[in-house]
């Protein structure tokens, strides 16, 4: 398994843009699929976006489709979900995933490895 730590959340405007990076660390050799999750206040945990672990192939959400990209650089082992045009409703703490796998994971696969989460809130 791999150890993952998010980082890039804090406060911004509505129309804003934020990062989030997910560094991962241990066994980086094997093939990881990496995906990206949130929960909301009050709200189930939901599938954001996920990558393959060549980065050539991406999914996402319906709710994010055009407005998040994800990417990863298997150099520096670290996983990058760029948010742009951010809404209240991306209001949520956003967690990192990894499932390894040569594939592309389904949204509903299950992930082996979490990331505790970095809090991204988006103001009015």
């Known amino acids: 398994q791999v150890q993952l730590v998010e980082s890039g959340g804090g406060l911004v405007q509505a129309g804003g843009s934020l990062r989030l990076s997910c560094a991962v660390s241990g066994r980086t050799s094997r093939t990881y699929a990496m995906g990206w999750f949130r929960q909301g206040p009050e709200k189930e945990r939901e599938f954001v976006a996920v990558?393959?672990?060549?980065?050539?192939?991406?999914y996402y959400a319906d709710s994010v489709k055009g407005r998040f990209t994800i990417s990863r650089d298997n150099a520096k082992n670290t996983v990058y979900l760029q948010m742009n045009n951010l809404k209240p409703d991306d209001t949520a703490i956003y967690s990192c995933a990894a499932r390894q796998t040569y594939g592309m994971p389904r949204p509903t696969d299950q992930f082996a490895s979490w990331g505790q989460g970095t809090q991204v809130t988006v103001s009015s």
């Open positions: 990558i393959d672990w060549t980065g050539s192939r991406t």
